[in-house]
């Protein structure tokens, strides 16, 4: 599904020269190298602070450790989305109330956010899925009414713009109380190993942030909190901060590739492409199309699935299981959630090849390929 290979080959001299650097620095944890990389990041993201973490889940319950959330509260989630999202919730013994996403965009719908509020309800966690943001000034307005915090997962979508309806323009993870992403090596913004971030522009909450994160301490050996073991490596800093030079041009090649895409399976009727909202930038994580036609399974989406497979192309379902149907919300009540959206949706998903380094010849052969299954049918 990406190349972090070819990716890798196009910046080898300035990524080993950085990563020669702190190994023979020896710092291998914190220094210059992982400060400057939060100050970039922060600048790049036009928040006031980030704070490095080990990975997005880590990120995420940080985040929702930060805010003060007791065993119990409710915090309101799309199902539609990966797994880590509510895991940090559950892991905190919060209860995840799972809400309905947009068809279109894959995002929380906000309209079901609001219905999905009650005295309980602390916080609202929106998912920018597939690298285009969730409706953002809706979801902000709706926690300002009813007093909620917002943490953004945004793992999937660094780089993405957001308008809002007077013009102005932000990044998304940058818009609710704190933002979360993840590193990991297939992110648009990837380590070569494992890394996350959280992003605030609130002073007093990001000290609590690096304390968490810090096994709870103010300082060196003062352990004010229950906190937890989250750092990010330097080694992978300096990897990212690199990277980071390269992202919004990265970001523009998966736009790039999955324009080629469109243009080749536009007027397709069994096809729904993906959709881009007028507020929202589309960073392409994710090129997922929904196959309209399931009546048989080998017919429909698993059998493009497994054809595509068969001819050495990879696709994936992201994601065949929602949350609410999975077996570990069994006992937090995950199905009595009714979320037929979401079900339809994990039944067509299927996500095709999208990278930095994807060329028209490799995207002709995808192409053809789905093509040809679809017409046989
Ligand atoms: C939407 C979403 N949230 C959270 C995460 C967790 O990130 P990580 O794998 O770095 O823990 C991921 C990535 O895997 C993700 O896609």
Not at 62 to 85: C, K
Not at 137 to 145: C, L, R, V
Request: include cysteine; charge should be negative; aromatic fraction near 10%.
């Amino acid at each position: 599904m990406v190349d972090t290979k070819n990716q890798y080959r196009k910046i080898k001299q300035e990524v080993d020269a950085a990563v020669i650097s702190v190994l023979e620095s020896s710092q291998f944890i914190g220094g210059k190298v992982l400060n400057d990389f939060a100050v970039n990041l922060a600048a790049y993201n036009g928040v006031k602070h980030v704070v490095p973490c080990a990975n997005g889940t880590d990120a995420l319950q940080i985040a929702m450790m930060a805010l003060d959330l007791q065993p119990g509260d409710e915090v309101i989630t799309p199902s539609f989305t990966y797994i880590a999202t509510v895991e940090a919730a559950a892991l905190l013994k919060l209860q995840p109330v799972f809400v309905e996403v947009d068809p279109q965009t894959f995002c929380m719908d906000p309209a079901a956010v609001e219905k999905a509020i009650t005295p309980k309800t602390r916080a609202i966690v929106p998912v920018h899925l597939y690298g285009h943001a969730t409706d953002m000034e809706k979801i902000m307005a709706i926690a300002k009414k009813h007093h909620l915090y917002v943490i953004e997962d945004n793992a999937q979508a660094i780089g993405c713009d957001y308008t809002f309806s007077d013009g102005t323009v932000k990044k998304t993870g940058g818009i609710g109380h704190i933002g979360c992403t993840s590193f990991y090596p297939s992110k648009n913004l990837g380590a070569f190993g494992d890394g996350g971030a959280i992003f605030t522009n609130d002073d007093t909450l990001v000290e609590k942030l690096k304390m968490i994160a810090s096994h709870g301490q103010s300082k060196r050996y003062y352990h004010d909190v229950v906190g937890c073991n989250s750092r990010l490596d330097t080694v992978q800093a300096a990897i990212l901060d690199i990277k980071l030079k390269y992202l919004d041009q990265y970001n523009a090649a998966r736009r790039k590739a999955a324009d080629y895409y469109n243009k080749a399976f536009a007027g397709n009727a069994r096809i729904s492409l993906p959709f881009k909202a007028s507020y929202s930038d589309h960073v392409f994580h994710q090129y997922t199309i929904i196959l309209n036609d399931v009546s048989n399974a080998s017919h429909g989406r698993d059998g493009l699935n497994q054809h595509l497979a068969d001819k050495g192309i990879p696709s994936m379902i992201y994601y065949p299981v929602p949350c609410h149907r999975q077996k570990m919300f069994d006992s937090l009540g995950g199905n009595e959630f009714n979320l037929p959206v979401t079900d339809w949706l994990s039944e067509r998903v299927i996500s095709l090849p999208i990278h930095t380094e994807l060329d028209e010849e490799q995207q002709d052969f995808i192409i053809s390929n789905v093509l040809d299954f679809i017409n046989s049918k």
